[in-house]
Nanobody, 126 residues
Framework: QVQLVESGGGSVQAGGSLRLSCAAS??????????MGWFRQVPGKEREGVAR????????FYADSVKGRFTISQDNAKKTVFLQMNMLKPEDTAMYYC?????????????????WGQGTQVTVSS
């Protein structure tokens, strides 16, 4: 019943920037997420957590691979989460997924998350 729609992906050169957006909406009931997050996946590899934000406090956490380059933020009124990606590297190339979680924990373990978007492709050329 919760829809997550990503946008903002594309193809950029190494060192460039992209800003991903994730709009959340609930159908049938009001959904109040504990956390919102971003994950990414490439063919042949497991999905990995990129960043997450605690909806109530704004506390953020990042994977080591993106610290200092990516920033997660939110607009609670619009139920939208953003991922600002700077200094992109070829190894950042992946399908990026937005996710929502409502529960006691908020980690970057994919199996803990309840709702997923369809993904948006990010390609970084060297």
């Amino acid at each position: 019943q919760v829809q997550l729609v990503e946008s903002g992906g594309g193809s950029v050169q190494a060192g460039g920037s992209l800003r991903l957006s994730c709009a959340a909406s609930a159908s049938g009931y009001t959904y109040s997420a504990t956390c919102m997050g971003w994950f990414r996946q490439v063919p042949g590899k497991e999905r990995e957590g990129v960043a997450r934000i605690l909806v109530g406090s704004g506390n953020t956490f990042y994977a080591d691979s993106v610290k200092g380059r990516f920033t997660i933020s939110q607009d609670n009124a619009k139920k939208t989460v953003f991922l600002q990606m700077n200094m992109l590297k070829p190894e950042d190339t992946a399908m990026y997924y937005c996710a929502a979680l409502r529960g006691w924990t908020c980690s970057l373990v994919p199996t803990d998350w309840n709702y997923w978007g369809q993904g948006t492709q990010v390609t970084v050329s060297s």
